[in-house]
């Protein structure tokens, strides 16, 4: 990221949160207390893009300039505030797709990297079917396997058939947000881990 580029977040960053909560078109449902700020921003260095997620809306910028682009607002998305949950969070894979999660629901939000549709993809979980559950940390591996972190649980999904499956648990990492530190934590910590079944590639 360039000199230019690194002193335009932190002011545009504040400057669109505050148009954005003026903007709020209803399209958000939050639970629980809300939170002044969530800012959640990935670099798309191949594209030379910048995204950057907030209570509203998710923002695209020129990585080069700091110009926006777009504008995307997520159908139904729901999320608690980081008072009572780890955020949300959003990845992109290598063809430079966005996914976004909620932190209440097992479920997923696609945008397209050439003409940013979006495709919301409900999950079927094969474990803790019957329970709330979101993904607060998302993470794709070299092979564009996506990890998701929940609970102190690590899960592989796959986006195609729309299934999570729950890789591994790890007791003591409870709270635990990111899926890639958890798996290395996991990996570090004595305490047990009870795996479940391993991550599959295809």
């Known amino acids: 990221m360039s000199t230019q580029f690194k002193l335009f977040i932190p002011i545009a960053a504040t400057a669109i949160a505050v148009s954005m909560f003026a903007a709020f078109d209803g399209s958000l449902r939050r639970e629980g207390p809300a939170e002044a700020e969530l800012q959640i921003i990935r670099t798309d260095a191949v594209r030379n893009r910048l995204w950057l997620l907030d209570y509203d809306s998710l923002t695209l910028y020129d990585n080069t300039n700091g110009r926006r682009l777009r504008r995307i607002i997520l ?5 608690l ?3 009572c949950s780890c955020p949300p969070v959003m ?3 290598s063809a430079g797709a966005v996914f976004v ?12 990297p050439q003409r940013f549709e979006i495709t ?3 999950l079927a979980l094969d474990a803790e079917a019957d329970e709330d559950a979101g993904f607060t940390g998302l993470s794709f591996a070299a092979d564009d396997t996506l990890l998701a972190a929940a609970f102190g649980s690590l899960w592989r999904i796959d986006t195609s058939t729309a299934r999570a499956r729950k890789i591994a648990t790890y007791p003591a990492l409870a709270g635990a947000c990111d899926a890639t530190a958890l798996l290395r934590a996991g990996q570090r910590q004595t305490s047990p881990v009870i795996a479940t079944s391993p991550p599959r590639r295809e």
């Not at 159908?75 to 999320?79: M, T």
């Not at 999660?101 to 397209?112: D, M, Y």
């Open 75 to 79: 159908p139904d998305w729901v999320l």
């Open 101 to 112: 999660s909620s932190n209440v629901l097992p479920v997923l939000w696609r945008i397209g």
């Open 120 to 122: 919301r993809i409900e």
């Open 91 to 93: 990845a992109l894979d």
């Open 81 to 83: 505030g980081k008072r």
